[in-house]
């Protein structure tokens, strides 16, 4: 028996179109929120960041499980991705925990449809037909135990409590690259230093360059007439979910509660979280804004894969260097090394 896995709701669609089969799929960004190298605890703790609910909750985790589960059989498994990092992130994590229940043989064959943007990170659709299938039916690759472990590496490294920039690769390959680029994505929700200045993330750094005295919902700090704006809505929101940006405004407004870098009032009751609140700089986030933190914990904690961004007990910072950004722990040396 074969089971067909994807990682795409479009494909999924057009390979059930095209090939009258059931697909299983996990339907998920991993580009924004926590990652876990364990199956259960992953499902747990994505079901929390999104804030799933009664339903909605046994909706994902049942999927979720029906794939595990599949993972788990002996039967071979056929996996449907693209070149989008959103299913090349879930791809690894399905190797990953196919080898931790068949560590011996895999027996996992991959299609890859679609084409991907360029620097792969867009959230958009993957273009593919029916005959697409078809034709990626008869091309599947036979994934060898070498490059299933090499994934699943991958993915450790991934999910790991550390950073992904904050150790350096020893060689040059497309591993290495493919781990720098993600780490650059991950490094963005990750607080700066800058010579002897703690600042924020980049991402927090576009919300506060929005936000001032007047109040704005998450609608208008995306929409909002400035470069910083315009890098939220066409850099970022290719990227990661608008309900990002809500949630992280909410993070702020809440933290530290008198002493919080935000104040929110309610804005409509329609539970539409774009909506439901608008926000503006208080005296200390303005100050924060202009001169930078104070210390870590003054930015809320942020889940980002395997790490926290923002925790004062791993206090990880973006440190640029002849190579790039790299990722330190707060007053270990900070000059970064080629």
């Not at 593919?128 to 299933?148: C, E, M, N, Q, Y």
């Not at 720098?180 to 230093?193: C, I, K, N, W």
């Not at 007053?331 to 080629?338: I, V, W």
Request: hydrophobic share 40%; proline share 6%; net charge positive.
């Amino acid at each position: 028996m074969t089971v067909h896995v994807t990682t795409n709701e479009d494909i999924r669609r057009v390979v059930r179109r095209g090939l009258r089969i059931p697909v299983l799929v996990v339907r998920d960004n991993l580009l924004e929120g926590p990652c876990a190298s364990d199956p259960e605890d992953h499902r747990e703790q994505r079901c929390d960041y999104w804030n799933l609910r009664g339903r909605e909750r046994a909706r994902f985790c049942s999927s979720f499980d029906d794939v595990v589960g599949a993972l788990k059989s002996r039967h071979r498994i056929v996996l449907w991705t693209s070149g989008l990092w959103t299913d090349r992130l879930m791809l690894w994590a399905l190797c990953a925990w196919r080898l931790r229940y068949r560590p011996e043989h895999p027996d996992l064959d991959m299609v890859v449809l679609g084409d991907a943007p360029e620097d792969g990170f867009s959230r958009g659709f993957i273009r593919v037909k029916p005959a697409d299938a078809r034709r990626g039916l008869d091309d599947a690759r036979a994934l060898s135990r070498t490059r299933v472990q090499h994934m699943a590496r991958s993915w450790r490294k991934v999910s790991g409590r550390s950073p992904v920039l904050s150790t350096e690769a020893a060689r040059a390959d497309r591993a290495r690259d493919d781990l720098v680029e993600l780490g650059t994505h991950q490094a963005a929700f990750f607080p700066r230093m800058d010579k002897s200045t703690l600042t924020l993330s980049r991402i927090d750094e576009l919300l506060f360059s929005c936000l001032g005295s007047d109040w704005l919902t998450p609608v208008d700090v995306l929409t909002h007439r400035s470069s910083a704006g315009a890098e939220l809505l066409k850099h970022w929101m290719i990227r990661i979910s608008d309900c990002f940006f809500a949630m992280r405004l909410r993070q702020w407004a809440e933290h530290r509660g008198a002493e919080a870098a935000l104040e929110s009032a309610p804005y409509r009751t329609d539970r539409r979280p774009m909506l439901e609140a608008r926000y503006r700089l208080t005296a200390v986030g303005d100050k924060i804004k202009r001169h930078g933190l104070a210390e870590i914990a003054q930015g809320p904690p942020l889940p980002v894969w395997g790490g926290t961004a923002y925790d004062p007990a791993a206090p990880w910072v973006v440190v640029e260097g002849p190579s790039g950004p790299r990722l330190r722990r707060l007053g270990e040396h900070t000059s970064a090394q080629a």
